[in-house]
């Protein structure tokens, strides 16, 4: 198991601005980010843009231009259990 943190995402399209301003205060290497539901609209963000991985869901890329950068890893529901499990640390923002 991995002592860095995976922060999962899960805020509305409204707070997930203020909810990523937050996440780059506590991020450091070796975390890990999966954006989940409208949380995904943001991946622009330029504090995303400075991460080397982001993790979505498959179900929830649909709502995005295609094709996706090269730092989006794509996850079915099986994988990102084995992601969560992972991690001593798993911490929702919403």
């Not at 400075?50 to 950068?69: F, M, R, T, Y």
């Amino acid at each position: 198991m991995s002592n860095h943190t995976l922060y999962l995402i899960q805020s509305s399209y409204s707070a997930t601005a203020q909810i990523l301003e937050q996440l780059a205060q506590t991020y450091t290497m070796g975390d890990q980010v999966v954006l989940m539901g409208e949380a995904v609209l943001l991946l622009e963000h330029s504090f995303l843009q400075s991460l080397p991985k982001i993790h979505i869901l498959k179900n929830d890329a649909e709502l995005l231009v295609q094709p996706l950068p090269d730092q989006i890893k794509l996850l079915n529901y099986a994988d990102f259990a084995d992601l969560c499990l992972e991690f001593n640390r798993c911490i929702s923002m919403k």
